[in-house]
Every structure is written in structure tokens, then in C-alpha cells.
């Protein structure tokens, strides 16, 4: 019985083909660059953006792994590329994971805190994410997959902090600043998982492999190159030092993990953790990282992929108490007029449709599980995902195919702080967390259970 089991599963694993395609999305000089809490039109471009596109196939299960240089990606964006991918290429548009970097010099992809859309950019984007699908399928060839996990705990750091009056505080101050003697401690962990998938060329005898491109997975807010102009931030980084290593022609796709509440920024240095040369630094750590991992990487011929979704219901929170909310210092402590906006937009939009149908994906690409949904999810519920996944090795991916806002803890809700403010940026009730991670423990197990 065990043999005739195993030998079922090798006639399902296929060779493995692998393809990667890159479309430029920058947007043109003036549109406005979201991530603050006003607007701020740009002032041309540091670095460009990209929608990169990784498909791997088995030869049965094809699926897509996309990461675009933007703050956010929304619904209706994801809708968009994916029914034209389906049109065009033979991948179901449920196989598709398209994924924001959170770079704060992104383009006007969404509405929120503060910031509208463009709904023209948003379909530029929509097309420019199908077309990078698409060259990624065309070119397919057959090839050898590396999974691996690496370690750098170095660049991210966790923003929350305990006070002495028990209350916890989003960037507190660093030292030397007013209330920073007040810290008692880091309020949770930062995740310094560096998860690796590389494809590289199989050679006719006696040549060398090469690599044809990498998918990087890392949790961190891309908060470091700031200004006003557009910038894929520390990613861009990443990709041009994988690029060097391996040639110009290795596109990088990157997924951000759970980062809600981490950022590259240290409250307990007097470190500036800002600029082109700090987000230099950190995409050197990460690609060194990337290189070792997949320098040890065991290579895999054959392998066998699933996919499957779920939506989770999370309602909108009710009307909060504004002075309760409001942190006493820190981040999100103002702007009042703002938050008072937002506000009325969230009510407007909890009396619409006071639950909203939240995604929740789950991929497998032989022995690596990924799992996703469409917040800034707070790193401990990431973690916890990654702890009860059955599979070897588990990315988790935030900002995915939709964006839901912030979703802190149930202790970051009643410790305060700048995550939970309301806002459209931040509007889902306090269970909402834990419904997404028991929605991704049930993909995890599902993909898991079709291998």
C-alpha cells in the first residue's frame, strides 16, 4: 500500500517549468505618492517601479507569484489582471497572488488616510501586473526550483513599545527625545525568517546552471528612502544587488511578510534609519542573505503544486470613542482633522456594507506553503501561521490581492498606539485578526492535504 502511494505521487510530480516576466509601472512626474497622511505630489523618479512575475508550473497546477513596487494593491485592480491572465494564459486567476511591497514612494494605487486613487493608474497597474504574467508564461522552460530559509535580524525592529503607565505607544522617540524615558520594553517580536524560492537553468553536460530569477520573502516596512520621489525602497536595492550577483537578466519578485507593527527604525539607538544609503545597507544585508541560502539550497526536479481560497467575513468595527482612541504621543497622535475625516468615511462605508468578504489564500509549490491575506498584519499573528503550517518551510504574505488595512492584535487594541486608530487605513474589529490566521491554518492544511 505504501509503495503504491508513493509511486502515485511520483507519477503527479512533473518536471518543473519556471518563467519570469518585469513591466515598468511608474507612474509620470506629479502623481501623488500615498503613505503620509496628506498628500504628496512626486517630483519625478529616485528608481523605478516593477510588477515582477514568477509562474511555476508542474506540469498540472501552474501558479503565479507577483510582487509589485506600491504601498497597496486593491480589489478591484487584483480583479482586473487576474481575469485578463486567465483570458490570455491557461492560469485560473485563483492562482494568482498579487502582492505589495509597501513602499512609501509608490504610486497613487489606492485610496486611504488621507491619499485617493487614480483610477487610471490603477488600471495602467491592473494591465502592467497581467503583462509580467504573461511574459513570465511565455517564458516558461524547464528548470530546477531551491527552496530555503534564511535568517537576518539585523534591519527590522518592532515600533510598538510598553510605557510605564502601562500603555503602548508606536514610536515612542528615540533617545534624547521627550518621552523616551518612559519605555519599558519592545512591545512584541519582529520575524527574521529570509524565505528564498530560486529557479535556475538545467545545462546540457558539462555546463553550469544559472540562475534565472528569485523570490524573496521578508517582513518590513518599506519606510527608509522617504522624499518625493518614486522609489521601490529597499526592495530596489534587493533586486539590483541579486542582479549583479547572477546577471541582469534574473528578475527578483519580493513579498512582504507580516510587518504591521515592524519598521527598519530603532527606538532604543540614537541611529538615523532613514535615506538611500540605509535602504542601500538593508537590500545588501537581504541579497547577502538570499545568496547564502541559496548557495546551501537543496535542487528539486520535480514537484507538485495546489492552490485553493476562502473568503472570511470580518465586520467593521463600531464607532469608536475618538479621545480614547487618539495615542497620548507617537505615531498617529495627529493629525486630528484627518482622523476625523476618516472617520466619517468608515461610517459611510460600515452602514454600506458593515462586513466585508476578506481573502484568504493558500499556495503550495512542493515543500513550501504560503499563505496570504490583504492587511498590514502584526507580525505575531505571521508568526503563529508559520507555527501551526504542516508544511517544511511557510511564507506568510500581507497586502495581497486586496487591501483590508491594518489588523493589529487583540492587545494592540487595548494597549492603543497608532495601528489601531480608525481610519479607512485601519477599520476592521478586534477579532479580525484571529479569523484570518485560522483561515490560513484551513488553506495551509488544504494544500498541504492535495500533495
Known amino acids: 500500500m505504501i509503495l503504491t502511494l508513493a509511486f502515485a505521487l511520483l507519477l503527479s510530480q512533473e518536471e518543473i517549468q519556471v518563467g519570469f516576466g518585469a513591466v515598468d509601472i511608474t507612474p509620470e512626474a506629479g502623481a501623488s505618492i500615498p503613505g503620509g497622511f496628506r498628500p504628496n505630489p512626486s517630483k519625478g523618479t529616485r528608481d523605478p517601479l516593477y510588477a515582477v512575475a514568477c509562474v511555476v508550473t508542474d506540469g498540472k497546477t501552474p501558479i503565479a507569484l507577483v510582487g509589485i513596487d506600491e504601498l497597496f494593491i486593491g480589489k478591484d485592480t487584483v480583479k482586473q489582471a487576474r481575469a485578463r491572465i486567465q483570458k490570455k494564459t491557461p492560469i485560473p486567476g485563483a492562482n494568482v497572488l498579487i502582492a505589495a511591497s509597501h513602499t512609501h514612494s509608490g504610486g497613487p494605487i489606492v485610496s486611504c488616510l488621507g491619499n485617493e486613487g487614480d483610477f487610471a493608474y490603477e488600471e ?117 544587488n541579486l542582479k549583479a550577483a547572477y546577471g541582469e537578466k534574473t528578475e527578483v519578485v519580493f513579498l512582504n511578510g507580516a510587518c504591521g507593527d515592524l519598521t527598519q527604525v530603532d527606538n532604543l539607538s540614537t541611529a538615523r534609519e532613514f535615506g538611500p544609503e540605509h535602504a542601500a545597507m538593508m537590500g545588501a544585508k537581504l541579497s547577502a542573505e538570499a545568496v547564502r541560502t541559496i548557495n546551501r539550497m537543496t535542487w528539486l526536479k520535480s514537484l507538485s503544486n495546489a492552490a485553493t481560497a476562502e473568503t472570511v467575513p470580518i465586520r467593521i468595527r463600531a464607532e469608536p470613542d475618538p479621545a480614547a482612541e487618539k495615542p497620548a504621543f507617537g505615531l498617529g497622535s495627529g493629525p486630528d482633522e484627518v482622523y476625523e475625516k476618516e472617520r466619517k468615511l468608515v461610517a459611510e462605508e460600515r452602514a454600506r456594507m458593515p462586513e466585508i468578504p476578506c481573502e484568504v489564500q493558500g499556495l503550495r509549490i512542493g515543500p513550501l506553503g504560503i499563505a496570504t491575506n490583504g492587511a498590514e498584519y502584526f507580525v505575531e499573528y505571521g508568526l503563529r501561521i508559520k507555527q501551526t503550517s504542516p508544511h517544511k518551510y511557510t511564507w506568510f504574505v500581507e497586502l495581497a490581492n486586496e487591501y483590508i488595512g491594518y489588523v493589529p492584535t487583540a492587545q494592540a487594541f487595548v494597549g492603543g498606539g497608532y495601528e489601531p486608530r480608525t481610519a479607512r487605513s485601519s477599520k476592521l474589529a478586534p477579532e479580525g485578526g484571529q479569523k484570518l490566521l485560522e483561515g490560513a491554518a484551513r488553506a495551509l492544511q488544504r494544500v498541504f492535504a492535495k500533495e
Open 124 to 240: 495602467w497597474v491592473g494591465n502592467g501586473i497581467a503583462k509580467a504574467v504573461e511574459d513570465a508564461w511565455a517564458a516558461l522552460q524547464k528548470c530546477e526550483v531551491g527552496i530555503g530559509l534564511g535568517k537576518e535580524d539585523t534591519i527590522s525592529f518592532n515600533r510598538r513599545f510598553l510605557m510605564k503607565d502601562g500603555r503602548e505607544i508606536t514610536h515612542p522617540g528615540k533617545p534624547g527625545t521627550k518621552y523616551h524615558d518612559q519605555i519599558v520594553r519592545v512591545a512584541g517580536p519582529i520575524d527574521p525568517d529570509v524565505g528564498v524560492l530560486a529557479a535556475r537553468t538545467i545545462p546540457g553536460k558539462g555546463g553550469t546552471p544559472a540562475v534565472l530569477g528569485v523570490v524573496v520573502n521578508f517582513a518590513c516596512h518599506c519606510t527608509v528612502v522617504g522624499g518625493n520621489q518614486f522609489s521601490a525602497d529597499y526592495v530596489g536595492y534587493l533586486r539590483k
